[in-house]
Each structure stands twice: as C-alpha cells, then as structure tokens.
C-alpha cells in the first residue's frame, strides 16, 4: 500500500521546483501535484515529488534523476517475459496462461490499432524499429504481418536473445545513442511502448525518433497519460504514479501533441491502447501487492493470491475502461501515433 509521508512542518523546506520545466512543452510554470510518492515495489526508498505543468498538465518529477541514477532503479524481475517462470513448474504455467490470457492479446489489439491508424493493413516489408523492444514479443505480431523488424534496448542480453533466439536484428543502444547506430530516414514505423514515461530527455528522444522516419513514416509511442478520469480518481496511488522514480514523467494528451510538433511531426492523432491493459491498470492501482515483481521475484504465496484477486478485478474493470477510453475519449494509456511529413 502507497502511503503518503508529511515531512513535519519545522522541518519543511519551501517548496521550490527551480530550474526544472516541463518534459513535453518546456514550460517552467510547474506546481506540486503529488508530494512523499514512494516506490509501489518498495525497491527505491525516499519519497519523491510529482510536479504539474501549468501549460500542458504533464507531470514531472523534481529533482528529476540523472541517467547515470536509473539502471538502480529497476529490480531484476520487471517486464513480462515467458521466461518468468524460472525453476518453479507451477510459475512456468502461470506466465504461459498470463501471456496467452493477458499478454498476447494486449500486443495483438496495440498491433491492429497501429496499423488501422496508419491506414496499412499488411507489413508489405516496410522497415519498423521497436525502441525499447525488451525480449520482442510485439516485435513477433508485427513480423507476422509482414514487416521487416528491428530492435533496440539497453539490455546487453535482451538484444542477444532477440539476435539469437528470434532472428530479429537488435541493437544495444538507448535513445541518446540510437542515432549513432542507424542513419537518417532509415524506418516507415518507430514504435515505442511505455518507455517515453521512463527517460529524462523526452523531446530529444521524440526528435530522434524523427530524424530515423523515413518522410511519410509513423511514429507509435504508447504512454500513460495523467489526465485520464482513472488518474483522477486514483489520485497519488495510481499506479502510474508510484512507479516513480522508474517514471519519471506522465503526459497529458496535450504534452504529447506538443513534443511531437516541436519535432517537426505534422499530423498527431491519440488511440486508446486495449481496455484489457487499462483494466490492468485499475487491477494493480487497487490490488497493490499483485505486482510482476513480487509475485514471479518471490517464493511467497500471497503474492500469487493477490495476482488472482487482481485478474478478477481487471476482468471486471474493462467494461469502465472501454467507457472511458471510447465514449469520455480520456483514456489512462494510450498510443500516440505522429507522421512526418512527406512522402505523399
Ligand atoms: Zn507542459
């Protein structure tokens, strides 16, 4: 559970955000917003600030982390993996019946919403980049479409198992260095899922992800985004918001659409990513102790019964979040789809 601490009033310094602005539009009129968020893994101790932008209405933490600070930041289970299993038969199963019953089908539905938005119905042998591609499992649904897929991660291993398992050609580079490795113009689609929300320099990243779209090329970044009705309602315990200090910024729909015109992209149009994967974000807002981390990381039982009660409110929250994301158009993770101009 999230607990928010108050520092004592004696010993509360004035609040002060300085030099820091906005990740998305650069503003520098930022409020607090969330104050004493702590790490919902409880991997990070201290407490951090979420500050609000009086332009856009992204948040960003203050004092925002280095790079150098973020690789402690994540514990060594993190993403899904079908590999999650380990050693344990029964957690073996259970990360199968997870890909099959949650997984999957979320990296099916992000896949047709890209392509729709795009106006493609086949791959054609077009050349797509997976920016922070992890161990490739969309990588797989976009080459069964008929792309030509690239990876690229930070993890030395993770770019190994893509080369030598999936034969997908992978790089190790972040996004400061990915230009150095392709040149420009070198991709039809950039996707990028959930890891704008993870890094220090959103608009660079955004910029060079322009620089390596063919003209014509599309850009898919999913993110969560901060003002969603089911941020609101969760407040500082969403679980977007204690994933800091691995978060280091939630956008609004608007931040997003300004860091993508400041790149240069024309038109930018916002789909809601799969309800089934909004519903997890509900299940794991209220079901706190279900995590990936403590329940595959762990060898305790509680973990996996708070896995299943969490399954069962996801289940029961997609009907809200088909609402939310369809008819209230304000959905908590959506793919941010931008074009560069050109190429007819
Ligand atoms: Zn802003």
């Not at 991997?43 to 209405?57: D, H, I, N």
């Not at 929300?197 to 910029?207: G, K, L, N, Q, S």
């Not at 519903?279 to 990381?297: D, E, I, K, R």
Request: charged share 15%; aromatic share 10%.
């Amino acid at each position: 559970m999230t607990t928010l601490t108050a520092p004592e009033p004696a010993t509360l310094a004035p609040m002060t955000s300085g030099e820091a602005s906005c990740l998305y539009c650069c503003s520098h009129d930022l409020q607090p917003l969330y104050v004493g968020v702590q790490d919902r893994l409880g991997y990070v101790p201290g407490a951090r600030t979420f500050w609000q932008c009086g332009e856009c209405g992204s948040a960003v933490l203050v004092p925002l982390p280095t790079t150098a600070e973020l690789p402690a930041f994540y514990p060594p289970v993190y993403s899904f993996t079908l590999e999650l299993g380990g050693q344990s038969r029964f957690k073996r199963l259970l990360s199968r019946a997870e890909y099959h019953l949650f997984f999957r089908p979320q990296y099916t539905a992000q896949t047709r919403r890209v392509m729709r938005a795009c106006g493609w119905t086949r791959g054609d042998g077009k050349a797509l980049l997976d920016v922070g591609c992890g161990r490739g499992l969309r990588l797989l649904e976009f080459r069964r479409l008929g792309f030509q897929v690239h990876g690229l991660d930070v993890q030395p291993d993770v770019v190994r198992y893509l080369r030598d398992e999936l034969d997908i050609p992978a790089e190790c580079a972040d996004v400061s260095t990915m230009n150095q490795i392709h040149p420009p113009g070198s991709f039809d689609l950039i996707t990028t899922f959930f890891l704008i929300e993870h890094i220090p320099d959103v608009r660079a990243a955004i910029a060079g992800m322009f620089d390596l779209l063919r003209p014509g090329g599309w850009l898919a970044a999913a993110v969560p985004f901060i003002d969603a009705v089911q941020a609101r309602v969760f407040g500082s315990r969403w679980i977007n918001v204690t994933e800091a200090p691995r978060h280091l910024s939630l956008p609004t729909q608007a931040g997003m659409i300004a860091a993508c015109r400041a790149a240069g992209f024309g038109r930018v149009v916002i789909v809601p990513d799969s309800a089934l994967n909004c519903a997890g974000q509900v299940a794991s807002s209220l079901v706190t102790g279900a995590t990936l981390t403590h329940t595959y990381g762990q060898s305790r039982l509680r973990p996996l019964i708070a896995r299943a009660i969490g399954a069962g409110v996801m289940f029961a929250s997609v009907p809200w979040c088909l609402f939310e994301n369809t008819v209230l158009g304000r959905m908590s993770l959506g793919i941010v789809m931008a074009r560069k101009p050109g190429g007819g």
